[in-house]
């Protein structure tokens, strides 16, 4: 079973960027789909970004298109979410998710592995 650990939230000024990093171990970071979520206070866990085991099909929810773009490197056991012109709205504990799945190229939304969070203020 793969363990995921994300890293890369911090507190950032409204219009800046950041890069969050979901780190795979105990299992080749290969063998899963991944994607992202988030979580703003009082609200319930939102769909963020996913991609397929191969990094070549990606899936946005529509709010997050053409600011966030997820991205992968099984080599490194690495699944980046790149968030541009972050806004306070964004403010969200973000969680990354695997899940085992025999397709290269199959998109999961979701997981049966989650990582711990990784915190993200944007200050206006």
């Known amino acids: 079973q793969v363990q995921l650990v994300e890293s890369g939230g911090r507190l950032v000024q409204v219009g800046n960027s950041l890069r969050l990093s979901c780190a795979a171990s105990?299992?080749?970071?290969?063998?899963?789909?991944v994607s992202w979520f988030r979580q703003a206070p009082g609200e319930e866990r939102k769909f963020v970004a996913a991609?397929?085991?191969?990094?070549?099909?990606?899936l946005y929810a529509d709010s997050m298109k053409g600011r966030f773009t997820i991205s992968r490197d099984n080599n490194n056991h690495t699944v980046w979410l790149l968030a541009n012109s972050l806004e306070p709205a964004d403010t969200a504990i973000y969680y990354c998710a695997a899940k085992l799945e025999p397709t290269e190229q199959a998109i999961f939304v979701g997981g049966d592995v989650w990582g711990q969070g990784t915190q993200v203020i944007v200050s206006s």
């Open positions: 991609i397929s085991r191969n990094g070549v099909e990606t």
């Open positions: 105990g299992r080749a970071l290969s063998d899963y789909a």
